[in-house]
């Protein structure tokens, strides 16, 4: 019997869904950190360094393989964004901004009287 042949996919999907929460974020997650590769590879002659070098050795020069890769070792972390307490705090900040206006133009216009 013929022995079975390796997936050309390395690291394996299953393994890389145990470190996310579904294959959705594994695919967003993996597509972020591939740009950001490729924008390190494209912005080393300028000399720039603003951009997060890869995490590991690779034999691979494919943005995306490097990504999974690091995926796979823990070398990205994650994390889930609350939108409704963002948008809880996004509205407080602009209310107390307004407080604040309007507390600076009364003093201003008791300072006038």
């Known amino acids: 019997m013929p022995e079975r042949r390796a997936s050309l996919m390395q690291p ?4 890389l869904v145990s470190h ?3 294959k959705f974020t594994l695919v967003t997650l993996s597509a972020m950190r591939a740009r950001e590769i490729n924008d ?3 912005q080393l002659g300028e000399g720039l360094g603003r951009i997060v070098p ?3 050795t690779s ?12 995926i796979e070792v823990g070398k990205i ?7 409704e307490a963002e948008e809880a705090a996004a509205a407080l900040a602009v209310q107390e901004a ?3 206006k309007a507390a600076a133009l009364e003093d201003a ?5």
């Open 12 to 15: 394996r999907l299953e393994e």
């Open 20 to 22: 996310v929460d579904s």
């Open 40 to 42: 390190y590879y494209n």
């Open 54 to 56: 890869p995490q590991v």
């Open 59 to 70: 034999v691979s020069r494919k943005p995306l393989s490097i990504a999974l890769e690091e």
């Open 77 to 83: 972390e994650w994390e889930r964004i609350d939108v």
């Open 98 to 100: 307004a407080a604040a």
């Open 109 to 113: 216009h008791n300072a006038l009287a």
